[in-house]
């Protein structure tokens, strides 16, 4: 699987642990979050997973990288960002799904993710927004592992 279809596949999967845990208040969540007893510490490992795709993608040296990396994997602010993005899209109507808000609003919670240079070049390279036509979208999930095709025929990626 090409590089970005991987980096497509965790973004989407990150997307299905904000939807999960948007139903509580992202405060409490982290307040009683631990890596061995709460699912919560999965996210922080698939955050920390994406940006290392996206560096890597994106060219950023090894060094840099592991810091990155680390850094988002103990870090409560980029998954309380996440997770507060996906509760205003909640809010403003799309409450079973956050992919079913409209591409603006979507693209502004990929940009909540990543940094203005990577969100343009991963965004113009090969966008995974899934209001693509049905061709577009039967050769995603074509691409995708078992697991992340389940879920995007649940959630209609």
Excluded at 5 to 28: G, P, S
Excluded at 63 to 68: C, G, L, S
Excluded at 107 to 131: I, Q, V
Aim: contains cysteine; proline residues 6%; charged residues 25%.
């Amino acid at each position: 699987m090409e590089l970005k279809e991987q980096i497509h596949d965790r973004l989407k999967l990150l997307m299905f642990y904000v939807h999960e845990f948007t139903t509580k208040d992202a405060r409490d969540i982290w307040l009683s979050a631990s890596p061995d007893a709460h699912p919560i510490g999965d996210l922080t490992v698939i955050i920390a997973d994406v940006m290392t795709r996206l560096n890597e993608y994106a060219g950023v040296s090894p060094e840099t990288r592991n810091v990155a990396a680390v850094w988002s994997a103990r870090s409560i602010y980029p998954a309380t960002a996440v997770l507060q993005a996906c509760h205003l899209l909640r809010q403003s109507g799309y409450i079973g799904n956050p992919w079913k808000a409209p591409v603006t609003e979507r693209r502004n919670l990929m940009k909540s993710l990543l940094s203005p240079e990577m969100f343009e070049e991963f965004a113009s390279s090969s966008p995974p927004w899934p209001d693509a036509d049905q061709r577009d979208r039967v050769h995603r999930r074509a691409t995708m592992s078992e697991a992340s095709r389940k879920f995007a025929m649940t959630y209609q990626i």
